[in-house]
């Protein structure tokens, strides 16, 4: 599998991705600060993927940063509560 195997689908993502977005500010605006995590985890996944695409390098590694965050988030999370 290559990078471009799902570049057919850039919009699709994108949409999918806004989604996601509207779906992680309404669980933080209802403090589920776990779903707000979880659905932006995806998300930064689906722009890094897009920057990549295009070759837009700050863009690619501020959401590689927020990925990273996210991931220690969502352990940290998993790792306080059991």
Known sequence: MTL???AAYEQQL???AFVLGVASTICVVQGYHLGAMLFSLPFCLIWMYCAWLRREPQLK???MLFTALYIYGIGR??????
Request: proline letters at 0%; hydrophobic letters at 60%; charged letters at 5%.
């Open 4 to 6: 471009m195997t799902f």
């Open 14 to 16: 994108k949409w999918v």
């Open 61 to 63: 590694y501020i959401n």
């Open 77 to 82: 999370y998993f790792w306080i509560a059991g």
